[in-house]
């Protein structure tokens, strides 16, 4: 039984380690001559695997049913576009007004 536990406590550190390189290579990126379309290509991708590792380790879900990583993240990606499709005419209209500032 020990053993198992073990084993648990070793995959939360290689997930926080893995996530904490990850974080890393991100903020070097954003300090890099990279230009902005590739920045925001790897910084997508890698907050796209961040969120796996979140959610399949300390959420638990690699264990579980297809049926329900499904409706999780059916309903993160739905929730994210609600928020985006919320968000962006603000964003688009204090763009436009400090745009003749």
Known sequence: MSGTVGAGVRGYWITWAALLAITVVMLWLDGADVS???LLTILLAAMTVKATLIAGHFMHLWHERPGL???VVAGLFLMGAILYA???PDALRIHDM???Q
Do not use: K, P, Q
Request: no cysteine; proline share 0%; glycine share 16%.
């Open 36 to 38: 902005r379309g590739l």
């Open 69 to 71: 990583i499904l409706t």
């Open 86 to 88: 919320l968000i962006v």
């Open 98 to 100: 400090t745009a003749g």
